[in-house]
């Protein structure tokens, strides 16, 4: 049963957050596409670790994060107005790479088949 809860409060933050990345932040810096990938929120609701991937060249993706680590507590405000929660988690994000590696991985498949 708590997982199941889990799993929606995760997709209710990944909502949100998405949301708030997309049509809230002013920051200039926020120059490349960002798209929410996976919401993992410990079991406790204190943190909520956000996975992003960016979409740009190396210095837009670095802009990029640097802009979303800033606006962290602005994030985590949206949330407590948006999600309703007794305790609003810590809000950690970190940089998806798994898109990075499956096209590693592609490219080497390729490189074996011929």
Do not use: C, W
């Amino acid at each position: 049963m708590a997982n199941y809860r889990g799993g929606r409060i995760n997709e209710e933050i990944k909502k949100d957050v998405s949301n708030t990345i997309q049509n809230k932040i002013k920051d200039p810096r926020l120059t490349a596409m960002v798209s929410v990938t996976d919401v993992d929120v410990s079991k406790d609701l204190s943190y909520a670790k956000i996975y992003v991937s960016i979409f740009g060249n190396e210095k837009e993706k670095q802009d990029s994060l640097a802009a979303l680590k800033s606006s962290v507590g602005f994030i985590r405000k949206e949330i407590g107005k948006n999600v309703k929660l007794r305790q609003v988690p810590q809000v950690i994000i970190e940089l998806d790479t798994t898109l990075d590696k499956a096209m590693h991985l592609e490219s080497l498949f390729d490189k074996i088949k011929k």
